[in-house]
């Protein structure tokens, strides 16, 4: 179908994006960034391109929904949600933050290839509009988090081209200004439409269970810097472990665990 | 003073007392860091080891002194736990004194507004100098800022004061969540309800409660149509109930239920979840046509019968219902078996009773809760996404303007989005320099 076309360039075009912020960081021209960054928009309003026509062709199977509702398409959508935060962040975000998002976006939209594309119906449950806003949070929150990750990881590196550690750490806390208040927004839209789809705003589901646990990571994590004066390493450790949490929300729960939210097959 | 226990020596060399000292820690962010860290750690616990499940279950997934040391910690029902809701009661607790504590703060510190020292001054980042100009003519160049005090020796002028109020948003809604969470638990309840089309039912199952829970409700609920439609493939699209609450024989108030779309009557409220068939059996009984499921009754002058199960093949002779019934005071049971004539119909207590048809009854699985705290999670919940837009949206920032002999000194400082602040106040410069 013309969506599985539309999202394989997304991906070629995500290899070139890798390619030239590499050539930028050891060429330092700014030709070449300039070129990236164009890319970069081109690459989103594609691969957002490809989200839409997927959503049409569900209209003309017969199954109409938003295409965020299998493995298949989140993996995808957080691709979009990698691109989309360094669209969000861009005066924020030097050169090697943007290789690793954009190599992020890569890695996903290759370990989606590994799942079935069909479009499937959608169960009753998932037939909500609060499934829009609340996998679009959490996807933007997890993406938020993963800048935070890359500068928790480069605070233990010493590379080139690194930006100092006090630029990493004022970086790594606005990724978790923007994530943090966009994961809240998600478990609240989350606990909103279990509500009305299953009586109970809040039921221990290892997915409910594991998002809090993200949550108060992140929480923990401002209140130390804010609070006890915690910086450096410390704080670089508690971007590296939420981020962890945020990894096995998003897949351990499916794979190791089960529940609700599995993304049933 | 807050010496309570009157004993020598409580009061600790720095002149606090304990009772003090436990209430600092008791308030503190390190207890909050502890504590959180705790509910997380556990909660990990809680999704990794299966939770009520039955003791077979875990005896056979951690043997006989695995399930002991889970069973005496609770861990087979950590989110329900003591522990678990002692943290949750701590962290309230925790939350409510470090709220208190800052917000007093907070407010004794605006109302005892003062200029800082000199020597504090020189040590901000930002200031300078500005030549042959006037204090107003400064203070006019400061759009956007707000004079929160005006003296002789110096102006103090801010900008986004009210963002300061967002941690205390952010963290009163917390509360606000957990005490919504805390009156669902307490006067709540959660339960079921399978109700087949065209009966109705004033009594729910209560969930968690064994066989026995029952709660019957103010009203009753008729399930008048159920409507369930697929996809190609056969997996279901949508179903939806067609509820009627019926109230003193008058139904006052009707809706198709579907999944995500619920009905609330007084409070209770009844969601879409399953539904399924159940086997129903038709009866002649003297000439009249009843129909019961597995487990109903009949009653009718000194006929007593319950059906106590289906069994689709009674020893090769087809599907047959089991019937009990007293005679002369004396439980009995009999089989009907559909294929078998002799056994089809039997006389009982004199009248005839015949098993006519076996059919196929369907039934709307019916979530029901009832949660007066929901309001005030709710509220939480706006609460929250207020308190974290203001918080991390905005920020507070001070200018300071001392007025010297041939010009004016201004120095800025915020707690918060210091690179911000700086590009803002290298623009007010260019702006004043100009
Ligand atoms: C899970 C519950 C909590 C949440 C979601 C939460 C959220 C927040 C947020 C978003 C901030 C602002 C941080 C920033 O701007 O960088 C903050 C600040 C703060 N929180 Fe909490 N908090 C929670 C629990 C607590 C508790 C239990 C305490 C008390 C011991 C506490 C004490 C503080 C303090 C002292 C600050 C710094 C305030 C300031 O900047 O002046 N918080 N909190």
Redesign the pocket.
Known sequence: MLNDKILGLTTLLDVLLVLLFLIFLVTKKEAVLKAAWLLLYATFAIHTAGILVRWRESYLLGTPHAPLSNLYESLIFYAWCLLLIQIVMRKVLPPLLLLCLCAAALFFMGFSSLWPSTIQPLIPALQSNWLHIHVLTCFLAYAAFAISFFCGIFYFLHLPFMPSKDALEEIN?RSV?VG?PML?AGILTGAVWASYAWGSYWSWDPKESWSLIT??VY?IF??A???RGWTGRRVAFLSIIGFASVIFTYFGVNFVLSGLHSYAS | MAVTNGRPGSASPNGRSRTERLLTFL???R??IF??SFIAATSILGTLIKQQASSEEYVSLFSEQGYAVIHIFGLDDVFHSWWFLLALVL?SL??I???VN?FTLFLKNRSSEALPKESYLSTLALTFFCQGTRLEEVQRLCRGYRAVLTSQQGVILEKGRFA?Y??FI??TS?LLILLGGLLGLMLGFKGSLNLPVGESADTITLRGGGEAARRSLDFSIRCVDFRVSFYENGQPKEFLSSLEVVENKRVVLKKDVRVNDPLTHRGISFYQATYGTDAAFEFVIGGKSVLLNEGGTFRQGSLALMVVRYAPSVHDFGPGVQVAYLDNGEPKAIWFLRDVPRLREQTIAGIPVKLERLTQQQYTGLEVTSDPGLWFVWCGFFL?MA??YI??GFYHRRVYLIPRDNGVMVAGTS??NREGFKREFERLKERIDA
């Open positions: 806390y200004m943090f809240s949550w108060i929480a401002l209140h810097r804010y609070a | 308030g503190s962010v207890f909050a504590l959180l962290f925790n939350l004194l470090c709220t800052r300061q967002g941690v952010i963290h917390i929250l308190g974290l918080n991390f707690r918060k």
